[in-house]
């Protein structure tokens, strides 16, 4: 069992009945988790019962990575629905997100949405319960990794959607009716006081024991910080060379190994295996566990090809998240990529008869299952190959062309078994720039970082009009795939928030 089992596993959610697409906290009753604004008083005794709320707060994201992949990957030119011109309701949310004609009442973005604003609500409620921990390491501790995932939530809400609800505590009915969307400025402004609240006051150790490795440390909030202000800022602001150095940092880290070259990192096939979980390429995960306990990743069988007959992976398969012929020829572009072979799989051998079958499908998080919809890989949040493409960007986007930058990007393409670049290949910022713009594509693929750089970058619609033209499975339907307009690139505000407010701003063009 791995560790995380040990920790997810004391606490396993069967209900969930918080509103929070219109932030309506209401009662209810779960097994083994106290939701309601009463239950928690009569709970928390002591440090023992504020651990399971964090392990809680671990727990709901889950929910939120179950449609992580939709609203980002999909979203972006490294994948697109499997079949075009059907016409089930499943089919249609599919394309809607792969083609950006997104609506508000569009069931998965509500459900990610949920998602969200359930995960923050669970942290909100640990927070206000912590003083039961009388350690005082252990409580400073347990309020970092819930102000560690707030943050990851809310940088999320706020990349995808702009404006967004800030709730940081208990909200009764009264007060949801009548909330306002609060600004992007103001929702960075609690990210980073979060983030940098954490960092100041040394709230975490860092690296994580054994015994509770999956857990947020201080290395993984440096990596996140460095990504909002990488994300927030731009170059000239302080917070923006901040983010270099926070890179810097958790590169050289004991955590990560202060490695020096592509051999000094983890091989790239080793990374997302079962039997190599939490490796030192790891800085933040979502773990899952197999085993019919409720924490198994649905993954494998959601993104394995229909109909495989077992030849692939056990039960019902959904062939989502497929692969585009774009970012197919990306990689082939590079050769001997290893990376391709570990994410994408173009074929698969029946073993009954020895024939091979043509299926393109992303394989990075397929492994072997005896239950369906229960893997046991990991979805890698943060780790050390995007932290070390970022550094090569942001050294790049302050300084220019250099050594230091260079033998990050070099360290990514070292280990995927491609030729390396030199300071004459990319000689000025903008090639410099471009290359590793490239590069993070093809190592972080399917990882659902693609839709945040391009939304990071300012191209995604510019990126994603050129792929519907260039794609040739848009060209097989029966109508017109339409090119989309910058409003397309956030997601609307779900129907159901204004259900409860009819007043909140919806975003422009829903």
């Known amino acids: ?285 979502v773990r899952y566990l197999s085993g019919n306990v409720g924490l198994g990743s649905p993954f494998g069988n959601m993104f394995a090809p229909i109909n495989n007959g077992a030849n692939v992976i056990i039960g019902t398969c959904n062939n989502y998240n497929t692969p585009s012929d774009n970012l197919i020829a990306a990689y082939v572009n590079e050769g001997d990529d290893i990376r391709f072979k570990t994410n994408i799989a173009q074929s698969y051998v029946n073993v009954t008869t020895g024939a091979v079958v043509q299926a393109t499908f992303c394989k990075k998080y397929i492994n072997p299952v005896t239950t369906q919809f229960d893997g046991e890989s990991d979805w890698p949040i943060i780790r050390v190959g995007d932290i070390a493409l970022l550094y090569a960007e942001l050294s790049n986007e302050l300084n220019g062309p250099n050594d230091e930058a260079l033998k990050y990007l070099n360290m990514i393409r070292e280990r995927a078994g491609i030729p390396a670049y030199t300071l004459t290949d990319l000689s000025n910022t903008y090639d410099f720039r471009e290359a590793v713009r490239k590069e993070r594509r093809l190592e972080l693929a399917f990882e659902n970082h693609r839709w945040f750089d391009l939304l990071r970058w300012n191209n995604a619609m510019t990126t994603i009009n050129s792929y519907l033209a260039s794609e040739s499975f848009y060209a097989g339907y029966s109508y017109v795939v339409k090119p989309i307009a910058q409003w397309q690139v956030m997601l609307p505000i779900p129907i159901s928030v204004f259900n409860i407010n009819p007043d909140v701003a919806q975003n422009t063009g829903y």
């Open 1 to 285: 069992m791995n560790t995380i089992g040990n920790i997810y596993n004391k606490v396993i959610a069967t209900g969930l009945c918080i509103t929070l697409s219109a932030l309506l906290l209401t009662s209810c009753n779960m097994d083994q988790y106290p939701y309601s604004e009463v239950v928690p008083d009569s709970y928390v005794k002591d440090s023992e019962s504020v651990n399971t709320l964090v392990i809680g707060c671990y727990n709901a994201l889950h929910d939120v990575m179950y449609y992580e992949w939709a609203v980002t990957e999909l979203r972006s030119d490294n994948a697109r629905m499997y079949g075009n011109n059907s016409t089930s309701n499943t089919t249609k949310l599919v394309e809607q997100l792969d083609q950006s004609t997104i609506g508000t009442e569009h069931e998965w973005v509500y459900s990610y949405w949920n998602g969200c604003y359930s995960a923050i609500a669970r942290v909100n409620s640990m927070l206000a319960s912590t003083s039961a921990v009388q350690d005082e390491t252990l409580r400073k501790q347990y309020e970092a990794e819930g102000m560690f995932l707030r943050a990851l939530e809310y940088f999320n809400l706020v990349r995808l959607w702009g404006p967004v609800f800030i709730v940081t505590s208990k909200v009764s009915s009264d007060v949801a009716r009548n909330m306002q969307r609060s600004t992007v400025d103001e929702v960075y402004a609690l990210i980073e006081s979060d983030l940098e609240t954490i960092i100041a006051d040394n709230m975490l150790p860092e690296q994580m024991t054994d015994d509770n490795l999956g857990r947020a440390d201080l290395t993984a909030t440096k990596a996140l910080l460095a990504k909002v202000y990488a994300t927030h800022y731009q170059p000239g602001d302080q917070q923006y060379a901040r983010a270099a150095q926070l890179c810097q940092e958790v590169l050289q880290s004991g955590r990560v190994g202060n490695p020096q070259g592509g051999s000094d990192l983890v091989p790239f096939n080793k990374i997302f295996a079962i039997d190599n979980e939490m490796n030192k390429e790891i800085i933040f995960t």
